[in-house]
Each structure stands twice: as structure tokens, then as C-alpha cells.
């Protein structure tokens, strides 16, 4: 199975590097070893990089809320009004108590009414974002019935947790090359000043939650139904990528025209990027504690 394109690669390589260095094959180097080894050699056996200990996002807290407006505020509104705000946004709308706060931008209204005006306006969620009209409908005709109450539960926030490192392995190689390496860390950035590494056009990590410590290994794409990173560039090319061993994914041979746009799916969920970005280094925004507004780590829906 065609994982990702730098698979391809590393057949090739990995082909070359026999013929030339068959002769030296009991040198014992791990340098040497075919990066398939590699990967299972950094990862103990039974350990599937997170996998198993995925916590699905589905484990619950109660909002107050009915389950059909608990699903549109959570696919098209959490990435910034989650419980920890991100993307420079102030207010937290996960439940139905913060919905019928007051509005800190318009004073008299709700932070509902504000909502629904601004889903029908079209300023929220920020272009090029968009919400369909029914789901815009589901929001607005439970506003006009008077917002009842709901017993929906929302998904655990995955950025309120203490820092951890749900894996339980770390990356140890220090800067040894592997596509396996530092997890979390900022692998573009690094490549370029240290003038090393492969140019990758984009680059990161997927972890089970969103306070990952640096380079703790994340979640591996396994199975019929894997961990998927969905990158849309501005071309309108849609790069699929699979996370490895280490939670890592990277494109280093197609090009990407950007601003591009970024979601990760897993079992028909999806945690998507709302504003395009003009960076592929995943983890210089998406760091333990989050850079440049973003909420933290990238995590599996
Ligand atoms: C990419 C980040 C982002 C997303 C996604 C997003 N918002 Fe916002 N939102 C903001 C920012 C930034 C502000 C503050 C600046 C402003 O008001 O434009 C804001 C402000 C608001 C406010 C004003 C709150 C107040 O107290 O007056 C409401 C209401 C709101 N957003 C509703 C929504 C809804 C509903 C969705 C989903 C359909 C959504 N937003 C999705 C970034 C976002
Ligand atoms: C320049 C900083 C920056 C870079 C680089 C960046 N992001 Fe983001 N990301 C953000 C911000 C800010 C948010 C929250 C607002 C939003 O959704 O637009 C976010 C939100 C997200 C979310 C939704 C968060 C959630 O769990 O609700 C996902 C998924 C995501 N980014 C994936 C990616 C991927 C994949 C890449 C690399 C291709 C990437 N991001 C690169 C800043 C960045
Ligand atoms: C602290 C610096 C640093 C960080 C962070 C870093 N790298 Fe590297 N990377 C290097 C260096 C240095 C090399 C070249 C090592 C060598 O030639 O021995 C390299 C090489 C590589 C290679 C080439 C390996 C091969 O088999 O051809 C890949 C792929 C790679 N890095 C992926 C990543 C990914 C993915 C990340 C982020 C998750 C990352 N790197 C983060 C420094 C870094």
C-alpha cells in the first residue's frame, strides 16, 4: 500500500544503498539499516505508537446542549471557541451557559444571538471558512425556540489536560536522520538553520491529545480506516499523508502551492484547520503550549 510518497522514496534508496553497500552489509551501522528497521527498531515491540490508548474524543462532559447544535458548534466553531480559546478568539462556546452569556462585542445581546448573526452575515467562522445553511438552520431555529435545553455531551476538550505524554515512548536518536525523528518538534525550522534534512514542504505531528511534550512519540496510522492528515493547497490539490510510527507525517516530494488548508480524520470524525496557512511547519504553531494561536498539539478527532 502506497503509504506516503516518501515510501516510494525509500524503497529507492534503500535498493541503492544494498548495491552499493552490499559489501559492507555486517558493518553493524545503523545508518546503514533499511529505514523500515529503523522505524521498528525506535519504537519497542508492542507499543503501536498510541494507538491503543487513542482517546477517540468521544468521552464526554455535559454541555447542556442538544445534540445537533453540540455537533455544528464543535465542527465548524471549536478550533478557535473551544474551552481554551485559540485563533484569537476571546470566548469559549461549548455549552449552552457560555451560548446565553452575554455578548462581549455587542452589549445586550447573547453570545447566541451575536452567533447566529454572524453565521447568516458570513464573518463567522473567518473566510474562507464556511458553514452549510442547514447547519447554520439548526443553530438558528433552536435560537428562535428559545434555546431548551439539551442533554448532548460534548467531546472532552483535548487542550484542558495536564502535559503528558499519552504514548508513554519518546524519540531518543537525538538528531540522528529518520523520518521518526524529534516528534513535536518543529522540523522545517530545524532543517533549515541547521542546513540538514530533507526539504519537506510540510511537516508534523498527531498526537492523542493537545498538551503532547516534545518529542513524545504521537499516534500511528494503522488499520483499515487510519489516521488521515488531509492537506488542501491553494491549487486546490488535495495531499493525503499518514502518520508513521512516531505520529510523524511529512511531504518532501510533491510540491504545494500555498496557503494551504489542513484536517486531520479518523473513523468518520474530523478536527480541521479553520484559517489557511501559509507555513507547512506544523509544530511551530502547534507546540505543548500552542504558538501563534493555535490551542496546542494537532489531535486526532
Ligand atoms: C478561525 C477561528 C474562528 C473560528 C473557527 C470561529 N470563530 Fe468566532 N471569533 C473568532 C475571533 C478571532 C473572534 C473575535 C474577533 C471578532 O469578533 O471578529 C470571534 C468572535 C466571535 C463571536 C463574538 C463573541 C462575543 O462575545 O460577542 C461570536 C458570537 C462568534 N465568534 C461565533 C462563532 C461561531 C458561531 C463559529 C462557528 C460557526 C465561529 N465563531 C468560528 C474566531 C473564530
Ligand atoms: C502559523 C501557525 C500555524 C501553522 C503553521 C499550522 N497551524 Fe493549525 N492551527 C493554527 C491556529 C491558529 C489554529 C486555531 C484556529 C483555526 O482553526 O484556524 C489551528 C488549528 C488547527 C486544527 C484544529 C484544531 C482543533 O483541534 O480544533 C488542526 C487540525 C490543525 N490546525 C492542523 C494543522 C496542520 C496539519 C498543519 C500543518 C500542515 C498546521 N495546522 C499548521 C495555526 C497553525
Ligand atoms: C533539532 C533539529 C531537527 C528537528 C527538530 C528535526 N530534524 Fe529531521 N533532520 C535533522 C538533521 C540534522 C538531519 C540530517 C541528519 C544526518 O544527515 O545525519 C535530519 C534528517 C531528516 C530526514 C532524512 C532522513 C532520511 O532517512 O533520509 C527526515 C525524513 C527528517 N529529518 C524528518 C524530520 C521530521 C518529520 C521532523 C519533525 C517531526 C524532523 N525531521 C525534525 C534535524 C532535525
New binding site residues.
Given amino acids: 500500500m502506497l503509504r506516503t510518497t ?1 515510501h516510494a522514496r ?1 524503497l529507492l ?1 534503500t535498493a541503492g544503498a544494498l548495491l552499493v553497500l552490499s559489501s559492507l552489509a555486517a558493518c553493524g551501522d545503523d ?1 546503514y539499516l533499511p ?1 523500515v528497521s529503523r522505524n521498528d527498531a525506535a519504537i519497542p515491540p508492542g507499543v503501536d505508537g498510541g494507538l491503543g490508548a487513542i482517546d477517540t474524543g468521544m468521552s464526554t462532559g455535559p454541555s447542556g446542549l442538544p445534540c445537533d447544535v453540540a455537533m455544528v458548534l464543535s465542527t465548524y466553531c471549536s478550533s478557535c471557541h473551544g474551552s481554551t480559546p485559540a485563533g484569537g478568539a476571546y470566548n469559549s462556546m461549548m455549552t449552552r451557559d457560555q451560548l446565553l452569556a452575554n455578548s462581549t462585542s455587542r452589549p445586550g445581546m447573547t453570545v447566541l444571538d451575536v452567533a447566529v448573526a454572524r453565521m447568516m452575515d458570513g464573518s463567522m467562522p473567518p473566510a474562507p471558512a464556511t458553514v452549510p445553511a442547514a447547519d447554520i438552520a439548526t443553530i438558528s431555529t433552536w435560537q428562535s425556540a428559545g434555546a431548551p435545553a439539551g442533554s448532548c455531551e460534548m467531546p472532552t476538550d483535548p487542550f484542558a489536560g495536564p502535559d503528558t505524554c499519552t504514548s508513554g515512548t519518546m524519540w531518543t536518536g537525538g ?5 521518526l ?7 522545517i ?3 533549515t538553520s ?1 542546513r ?3 526539504y ?1 514542504y510540510v ?3 498527531v498526537y492523542a491529545s493537545g498538551r503532547e511534550v516534545p518529542d513524545c512519540n504521537g499516534i500511528r496510522s494503522t488499520g483499515a480506516d487510519p489516521v488521515t492528515v488531509e492537506i488542501t493547497d491553494a491549487t486546490g490539490y488535495v495531499l493525503t499523508l499518514y502518520p508513521n510510527a ?1 505520529g ?3 511531504d ?1 516530494d510533491i510540491p504545494l502551492t500555498f496557503p494551504v488548508s489542513a484536517r486531520v480524520l479518523y473513523q468518520g470524525r474530523e478536527r480541521r484547520m479553520a484559517a489557511p496557512i501559509t507555513n507547512g511547519d506544523c ?1 511551530s504553531c502547534h507546540t505543548l503550549r500552542g504558538a501563534m494561536g493555535a490551542p496546542g498539539r494537532i489531535v486526532v478527532p
Avoid: I
Fill in positions: 516518501r525509500h534508496s545508518g529505514p538528531n540522528r536522520e529518520s523520518e525523528m524529534h516528534p513535536g518538534l518543529a522540523c525550522d530545524c532543517h541547521m540538514e534534512g530533507p519537506l511537516a508534523g505531528t512516531a510523524n507525517f511529512l518532501e509544530n
